[in-house]
């Protein structure tokens, strides 16, 4: 609808120099009679524009069909108001036809390339009936011809072109065949432009799929990388699980509605948080959520980021349930579990339905960690091998350690090796 507003819009500019072009060309009061249907014209562009939708419209074709019918005519026909016994077929000596290129060019701001090709067909075929019309039916004077023909007497070919009653059938061809291959062109292009834009249209909902996953510093790197992100490969990674606890017993003691909306809520909370530390947001687990640190690739801080993301999240859960005290609602309390180690990452699943996944050991503990804060009666447990990658195990302890406190050497389920723990 931009387009064709634009399109009538230069279309009206056109129309508006042609009037003050034709003085030029027919310094007569005649001139006013052109005028007057350029007027029309620019009153038609208009009604296109107050009829058009998006898609197809049978009235917006039938007043396009209209423009050209009306235009031939016009070309096709002799001015009622000049004096002279003039031949029908003298109009086509004025080149008239250069100004269908004016609609054809305005229709490609505006129309799909369809639209645009079918312009092309219809003044080609319009403009044949004219042709026609004018060599079997149009108002011929015979002693123009003759006239032509005695003056240039010796010089057929010069003769022949000169004739006023002949209608130069090569010339009109050549109009015709021209008009034709520039139309096939212009919907050739917008064709083309159409393909490049839904190209772009799908690029752009990749990386808006990329985003729901990925902070958007790093979907840039993603959607510009040549490398296969989905290619299987081990790489060492944070992995923090968190889940609502209790959700069970909310979900059983509120409506649906209730229990969507803080699902919502929070997960919205979870994906800033995630996202501001450099994280991805693996996947969610019902009421829980999976991220990780340090995938599709690894950075120095992950380990840091991933501690400095637990903590976060427990601090703004604070903030969230003062929202949740406003609307009447019982607080959440939320458990969380860290660990960093090797992890396999890549795509899985059947070829129809690929998922890029992060799977192993490391995975495993960290849910089972998070798991484990039930027993230890705390609200985040991080391995000792994640404090010593994040720097908090050295001499110059940094302050977010101050508030972990160092713990026995747990057994987690599943595991035959026990595990050194912080616990906050």
Not at 258 to 264: A, K, P, S, T, Y
Request: with cysteine; hydrophobic share 50%; aromatic share 10%.
């Amino acid at each position: 609808m931009e387009g064709h507003r634009l399109a009538v819009i230069a279309r009206t500019i056109a129309l508006g120099l042609v009037i003050v072009l034709i003085p030029f060309l027919n310094p007569t009061w005649s001139a006013l009679y052109y005028q007057a249907w350029v007027l029309l014209f620019i009153a038609l562009g208009w009604l296109q524009l107050r009829l058009a939708s998006v898609g197809y419209s049978k009235s917006e074709l039938l007043l396009i069909f209209l423009d050209l019918v009306l235009l031939t005519a016009l070309f096709s026909t002799t001015n009622p108001f000049v004096s002279e016994d003039l031949p029908g077929a003298i109009v086509y000596r004025f080149d008239n036809f250069i100004y269908f290129f004016i609609i054809l060019a305005v229709g490609t701001l505006a129309y799909s390339w369809r639209t645009v090709w079918a312009i092309g067909v219809w003044v080609a075929v319009l403009w044949l009936i004219g042709v026609l019309g004018v060599s079997w039916l149009g108002h011929t004077v015979p002693e123009l011809s003759t006239a032509a023909a005695t003056a240039l007497e010796g010089y057929p070919i010069v003769a022949g072109e000169l004739d006023p009653n002949s209608v130069q059938p090569g010339v009109r061809a050549q109009e015709i065949i021209v008009f034709l291959m520039v139309a096939a062109i212009l919907a050739l292009k917008g064709w083309r432009s159409n393909q490049l834009l839904r190209r772009q249209a799908d690029i752009a909902a990749e990386r808006a799929n990329l985003s729901r996953y990925f902070p958007s510093s790093l979907v840039d790197v993603l959607a510009s990388t040549e490398r296969d992100i989905g290619a299987v490969r081990t790489q060492d990674v944070a992995v923090l699980f968190s889940d609502i606890v209790g959700f069970t017993e909310f979900a059983e003691q509120h409506s649906p509605k209730q229990v969507m909306d803080l699902l919502r809520n929070y997960h919205a909370l979870v994906e800033r948080v995630i996202f501001q530390n450099g994280g991805t947001l693996d996947k969610y687990l019902g009421d829980g959520v999976m991220a990780t640190f340090g995938t599709p690739e690894t950075r120095p801080g992950d380990a840091a980021n991933a501690l400095k993301a637990a903590r976060q999240l427990l601090e703004e859960t604070e903030a969230f349930n003062i929202e949740q005290a406003a609307k009447g609602l019982a607080p959440v309390q939320i458990s969380i579990g860290v660990h960093f180690g090797p992890v396999i990452l890549g795509d899985i699943g059947p070829s129809r339905r690929l998922e890029f996944a992060v799977v192993g050991d490391t995975v495993n503990v960290a849910s089972r960690l998070e798991a484990s804060t039930r027993e230890l009666g705390c609200k985040c447990v991080v391995s000792e091998e994640l404090m010593k990658r994040a720097g908090y195990m050295n001499d110059n302890t940094e302050e977010p350690a101050a508030e972990f406190s160092a713990k026995e050497a747990i057994k987690l389920r599943g595991r035959k090796t026990s595990i050194d723990v912080w616990t906050l």
